[in-house]
């Protein structure tokens, strides 16, 4: 039994050494092949560049949606329809449809009606503007920023899918006191910068100091009637200030050597 039994064992032993000498060359070769595998080459992420803002143009007699808060409703002038945004109109010519709600922003619904976003869902689609200059909003400080960023990218959004061949100017908020207040200043900049994201034109009446020191009394109402809005005087005043803005965004110039200048600083 135990003549029988060595053999045995010295023959397991041997198929032993021979597997694992088997193991040894293929992972030697393993290791000497080069791999087959491809390995697909690491690309850099890279930010989309924005689209570049395209000169604003404009027929003759363009048809423009002013859409917008209580300043583009006209409130504090004699009669609404002398608030900047009928004003405006009616020196360039324009077929103005001229939306706006008093106390309404992005975030915050107005007296008379909802938020930006769904004021924006109720617009007529067959409208067809040639422009849309979206106004404000200084009521959305209050609620800011909670939101703030969301609300705005969603009704851009819907505003541009309404009318994809409308050109859109944004027009950001205008200091109703003195000093600028700190939301209404980063509420500027913040749509300034989804503007621009967009390559939307924007005009910043906070930067280009539309409203300041000098003539902030003959632009502003600050009566208990006139809660801090446009006169009519000071609708006026901005109309022109639109104007002036519109058209160097078209590339082109306003200015005439011997223009006046009276008490508001309209040229």
Request: glycine share 8%; net charge negative; with cysteine.
């Amino acid at each position: 039994m135990h003549a029988h039994g060595r053999p045995r064992a010295r023959r397991s032993w041997l198929a032993l050494a021979g597997v694992a000498a088997a193991v040894a060359i293929v992972c030697a070769v393993g290791l000497t092949r080069p791999s087959t595998a491809t390995t697909p080459p690491v690309v850099a992420a890279v930010d989309a560049a924005p689209p570049a803002t395209v000169p604003l143009a404009l027929p003759q007699h363009p048809t423009v949606l002013v859409f917008g808060d209580s300043w583009v409703y006209g409130s504090a002038a004699t009669e609404p329809t002398l608030g900047f945004a009928y004003v405006a109109a009616e020196k360039l010519g324009w077929n103005a449809i001229v939306d706006g709600v008093r106390g309404s922003g992005y975030l915050k619904p107005g007296y008379d009606g909802p938020a930006y976003g769904e004021r924006i869902a109720a617009l007529d689609p067959s409208l067809d503007p040639d422009l849309v200059i979206v106004e404000g909003s200084i009521n959305d400080r209050r609620l800011y920023p909670g939101g703030y960023e969301s609300a705005v990218t969603s009704a851009w959004d819907d505003l541009a899918a309404l009318y994809p061949d409308a050109q859109i100017v944004v027009l950001g908020p205008a200091p109703q006191i003195l000093p600028v207040e700190k939301e209404t200043a980063q509420i500027d900049a913040d749509l300034a910068s989804f503007a621009a994201e967009r390559g939307w034109l924007y005009i910043s009446p906070i930067e280009q100091e539309w409203i300041t020191d000098a003539n902030y009394g003959s632009v502003i109402d600050t009566s208990e009637l006139g809660n801090d809005h446009p006169s009519t005087e000071g609708h006026a005043y901005l109309a022109s200030r639109l104007d002036e803005a519109l058209t160097a965004l078209s590339g082109a110039s306003t200015i005439v050597a011997d223009a006046p200048v009276d008490d508001v600083g309209v040229r």
